[in-house]
């Protein structure tokens, strides 16, 4: 799989979008794009995927570089439950697929 | 929406006991997963079940054991506990094909004395 890059932290004010980003240079080209979330002593929450074009959902858009080097997820107006560690994940759909999480980057999301 | 839920949400044992941690999933999902999570260490899969009887090793197996006799029931049994399995214990499940979109229980927090 795909090794996968994200910042260790950021932050944004109550309201604004937040738009975390995530470096996949190796990424080929039947992997997928995947962001998790994990609120504080909660288990992991899947938010969205993505192969090469953008994606939106209720939750979240993700949006992918022409050269899928690169992605970026947006929650267009943050809330305080925002708040939370978020994992990209590189990986190729599949039966039996198993879903390696890396460090993530904890958003803080400030009044 | 789909529900997966974990037996305990804390749990204290003493070294050298038999442990089961129950995980029970509401999606008639096909495959089933055991993660533990360890601050600097993320999350690291145990096992991992695509049928009723079938398992397969994670990435840290040792110590481990699992049992899936129902599809929606998956456990994990710690044969001898040691303090060393002190950790956050997550279960999730997903289709059969789909496997990357897992549903995750709220996890058992595991002390061992």
């Known amino acids: 799989d795909a090794k996968t890059t994200q910042p260790t932290s950021m932050d944004c004010a109550e309201g604004r979008a937040a738009n975390l980003p995530c470096n996949h240079s190796?990424?080929?080209?039947?992997?997928?794009v995947y962001w998790y979330r994990q609120i504080h002593s909660q288990g992991p929450q899947y938010i969205i995927h993505?192969?090469?074009n953008n994606e939106t959902n209720e939750m979240a858009s993700l949006i992918i570089t022409e050269d899928r080097k690169s992605s970026t997820l947006i929650l267009p107006h943050a809330t305080l439950r925002d708040t939370a560690v978020y994992y990209c994940?590189?990986?190729?759909?599949?039966?039996?697929?198993?879903?390696?999480f890396g460090k993530g980057i904890t958003l803080s999301v400030r009044p | 929406d789909v529900k997966v839920t974990q037996s305990s949400r804390y749990l204290v044992k003493r070294t050298g006991e038999k442990v089961f941690l129950e995980c029970v999933q509401d999606?008639?999902?096909?495959?089933m997963f055991w993660y533990r999570q360890d601050p600097g260490l993320g999350l690291r899969l145990i096992y991992f079940?695509?049928?009723?009887?079938?398992?397969e090793k994670g990435d840290i197996p040792e110590g481990y054991s699992v049992s899936r006799e129902k599809k929606e029931r998956f456990s994990l049994i710690l044969e001898s506990a040691s303090t060393n399995q002190t950790s956050m214990y997550l279960c999730?499940?997903?289709?059969?094909?789909?496997?990357?979109?897992?549903?995750f229980g709220p996890g058992t927090r595991l002390l061992v004395l």
């Open positions: 993505g192969l090469k």
């Open positions: 190796t990424i080929s080209g039947n992997e997928y």
């Open positions: 079940s695509y049928d009723v009887k079938m398992k």
């Open positions: 999730a499940s997903s289709l059969l094909h789909g496997g990357e979109t897992q549903y």
């Open positions: 994940i590189v990986r190729v759909s599949g039966a039996n697929s198993k879903l390696t």
């Open positions: 999606m008639d999902h096909e495959n």
